[in-house]
């Protein structure tokens, strides 16, 4: 069975630093590039991030560039969000989403259940 | 950034309903559109790729169509399983966007 699974997700003071992570197993994780997608309470989605299969290209959304790092070990067939200086608009549910090999484009599938991320003194 | 916005905002139907989406890009986007469905506490799920393929596994009532700037995604017969919130999401250009979603209940 295709699984994504997050962690790492809790309360944090404004200022301070999470990291998540995200469990791959069922597919070959070392072949998907990988993406954090977050959608804030009662919002729509927003994409933050992706890597690809070898960690070669990254990109990060306007809205976290220079404070959140993506990473993954494909040994350990994991991704992980390093997230710093956060602030109370990064207060969201943070998906980690799979984008299929070969695919001709960037649509999201597998997607994890989510980890709630609030940022609040 | 490529904007994408959806019409309506919400709508009210009944099981058995027809039921369309729009969905509309700042620029043109080729057919390089995806629809997701999600539900309350639950991850989004992809309904459809590249504006009008079925993602393996989703019902046939699901259609999407469109190219360029409009996109409509269609519920031929609507189910009690449908209600949800439905969103599209543009992949021509990075960063990818999504629209701000269309929320499906019960009339």
């Known amino acids: 069975e295709v699984q994504l699974v997050e962690s790492g997700g809790g309360l944090v003071k404004p200022g301070g630093s999470l990291r998540l992570s995200c469990a791959a197993s069922?597919?070959?994780?070392?072949?998907?590039?990988m993406n954090w997608v977050r959608q804030a309470p009662g919002k729509g989605l927003e994409w933050v991030s992706s890597?690809?299969?070898?960690?070669?290209?990254?990109y990060y959304a306007d809205s976290v560039k220079g404070r959140f790092t993506i990473s993954r070990d494909n040994a350990k067939n994991s991704l992980y969000l390093q997230m710093n200086s956060l602030r109370a608009e990064d207060t969201a549910v943070y998906y980690c989403?799979?984008?299929?090999?070969?695919?001709?484009?960037?649509?999201?599938?597998?997607w994890g259940q989510g980890t709630l991320v609030t940022v609040s003194s | 950034a490529i904007r994408m916005t959806q019409s309506p905002s919400s709508l009210s139907a009944s099981t058995g309903d027809r039921v369309t989406i729009t969905c509309r890009a700042s620029?043109?986007?080729?057919?390089?559109l995806a629809w997701y469905q999600q539900k309350p506490g639950k991850a989004p799920k992809l309904l459809i790729y590249?504006?009008?393929t079925l993602q393996s596994g989703v019902p046939s009532r699901f259609s999407g169509s469109g190219s360029g700037t409009d996109f409509t995604l269609t519920i031929s017969c609507l189910q009690s399983e449908d209600f949800a919130t439905y969103y599209c999401?543009?992949?021509?250009?990075?960063?990818?966007?999504f629209g701000p979603g269309t929320k499906v209940d019960i009339k």
């Open positions: 590249a504006a009008s």
């Open positions: 999401q543009q992949y021509y250009s990075y960063p990818p966007t």
């Open positions: 069922g597919f070959t994780f070392s072949s998907y590039s």
């Open positions: 890597i690809s299969s070898s960690s070669s290209y990254i």
């Open positions: 620029q043109g986007i080729s057919s390089y």
């Open positions: 989403a799979g984008v299929v090999p070969a695919a001709m484009g960037d649509w999201f599938d597998p």
